[in-house]
Antibody
Framework: QVQLHESGPGLVKPSETLSLTCAVS?????????WGWIRQPPGKGLEWIGN???????YYNPSLQSRVTMSVDTSKNKFSLKMSSVTAADTAVYYC?????????WGPGTLVTASS | NFMLTQPHSVSESPGKTVTISCTRS????????VQWYQQRPGSSPTTVIY?????PSGVPDRFSGSIDSSSNSASLTISGLQTEDEADYSC?????????FGGGTKLTVL
């Protein structure tokens, strides 16, 4: 069974960089598929942040592209998200997910609060 | 880029049928597949429809999806509503380089 799990600081100061990691079990990232980050501000809808392919290629939401970097570490079967210059508007539950014909496997999500 | 617009909320009685729409702002709805996700409070989303009208294993056949090119929209229809269907539903599609989610629809079964 494929499982994903997000980890990282739950509190980030404004103007600093948010860093999250998604650990994948039950499937080898190097075997294929694309891996995504999606966020959900409190009480709001889902927002796609970007995808990183097993090859390392990346695609980002144009509205976030200037602040986002994603990478994949196949040796550790993990992929990561970095978002710079965070503001209160970046407070959200951050999910990692696998993209096949849909986002078919999701992590439980981690709440990241941008506050001093 | 394009947007996907959903009604903020819908409500219907148990046993009835409800349809949730998802309208694409630009480009053809048929140009890329539409997915639908169910999200219960405090839980991660799960796929109920993929590739416009395909149901993952384990999703009841009460859930169905369709697209309508004339209105440039997709629809999720849930028949024989059950109280457990009460949740948020989000549509999602993509273009050559981006994924896009609709704003989500809160379904109340009352």
């Amino acid at each position: 069974q494929v499982q994903l799990h997000e980890s990282g600081p739950g509190l980030v100061k404004p103007s600093e960089t948010l860093s999250l990691t998604c650990a994948v079990s039950g499937y080898s990232i190097s075997s294929g598929y694309n891996w995504g980050w999606i966020r959900q501000p409190p009480g709001k809808g889902l927002e796609w942040i970007g995808n990183v392919y097993h090859s390392g290629s990346t695609y980002y939401n144009p509205s976030l592209q200037s602040r986002v970097t994603m990478s994949v570490d196949t040796s550790k079967n993990k992929f990561s998200l970095k978002m710079s210059s965070v503001t209160a508007a970046d407070t959200a539950v951050y999910y990692c997910a696998r993209w096949g014909s849909s986002f078919d496997y999701w992590g439980p999500g981690t709440l990241v609060t941008a506050s001093s | 880029n394009f947007m996907l617009t959903q009604p903020h909320s819908v409500s219907e009685s148990p046993g009835k049928t409800v349809t949730i729409s998802c309208t694409r702002s630009s480009g053809s709805i048929a140009s890329s597949y539409v997915q639908w996700y169910q999200q219960r409070p405090g839980s991660s989303p799960t796929t109920v429809i993929y590739e416009d009208n395909q149901r993952p294993s384990g999703v009841p056949d009460r859930f169905s999806g369709s697209i309508d090119s004339s209105s440039n929209s997709a629809s999720l229809t849930i028949s024989g509503l059950q109280t457990e269907d009460e949740a948020d539903y989000s549509c999602q599609s993509y273009d050559s380089s981006s994924q896009v989610f609709g704003g989500g629809t809160k379904l109340t079964v009352l």
